[in-house]
């Protein structure tokens, strides 16, 4: 019982196999790639002139791999790493030879410039100094706000993590979901999330619908919740307010109409 008042709290907290368009100036690539580890997802962009055929990730070895192939002998790249996912410290191989690459570090993004040579197959590798050890036990990528807010770093998924890590992640009760709920999350939210990317409608509709849920989770945002009671009381409030915006005035509009007709 205590899990379900929590439920449409999680379901868009909980940051999509690889997605590629041409950037606005024509000049790049541009590829989403979802980076799974042990059931969190970690988004990476890249934009480059050459194509990334697939990627590898090895936690063991803190090593993230692209497979690239390229029709020109000069290749440049970017990308936007998180940090979360290898730290900030990083290290670089292009076909197994230790290269040196521009990265510029934030709180919680490394923007890495990727420059090499070679035309074809070429592999990259980026080796970190920190894996799990860093990884909230309960977080991930909020995959479906993401691709419906274009990017991990927009605002509104901002807001949702800061929610979850700050607020929901500090109660018993909001830990405890958090880690079931992963499980079933991320059996289905892939999916949409790489539905959302191919079908622009689909997103729009998306984003409609959850955007009511967003405003009604921002009330959390000036509110203290610092006890498990405190969760509770401002879930079953959530709760209500989002039952009669979702369920209770579709059944009040379709009443209306059959009493007209």
């Not at 401002?234 to 007209?260: F, K, Q």
Request: glycine share 6%; net charge negative; charged share 20%.
């Amino acid at each position: 019982m205590k899990f379900l008042l929590l439920v449409p709290l999680l379901l868009l907290l909980i940051v999509n196999p690889a997605f590629a368009f041409l950037s606005e100036d024509g000049t790049g690539l541009i590829k989403r790639f979802d980076v799974n580890v042990d059931g969190h997802i970690f988004e990476v962009i890249t934009t480059s002139n050459y194509d990334i055929e697939e990627h590898e990730f090895n936690k063991d070895e803190k090593r993230l791999t692209f497979f690239v192939n390229s029709s020109l002998e000069n290749n440049l790249g970017e990308m936007v790493l998180p940090n979360e996912l290898l730290g900030d410290n990083l290290t670089f191989y292009v076909n197994d030879v230790k290269s040196i690459q521009n990265v510029k570090s934030s709180e919680k993004i490394s923007f890495i410039t990727l420059n090499f040579t070679g035309i074809g197959n070429n592999k990259i590798d980026i080796i970190g100094t920190e894996i799990a050890e860093t990884f909230d036990s309960q977080g991930g990528g909020c995959l479906i706000a993401t691709a419906t807010f274009d990017s991990e770093m927009s605002e509104q998924v901002q807001q949702l993590r800061e929610l979850r890590d700050n607020s929901l992640l500090q109660t018993e009760y909001g830990t405890a979901f958090v880690k079931s709920f992963n499980q079933f999350y991320y059996s289905f939210s892939p999916f949409i999330a790489d539905y959302e990317r191919e079908n622009v409608l689909f997103k729009e509709a998306i984003k409609i619908t959850i955007t009511p849920m967003l405003l009604s989770l921002s009330v959390l945002n000036y509110v203290d919740i610092d006890s498990e009671q405190t969760v509770l009381g401002y879930g079953i409030g959530i709760i209500s307010l989002n039952a009669m915006m979702y369920l209770g005035l579709p059944i009040l509009g379709i009443v209306s109409l059959r009493r007209l007709f």
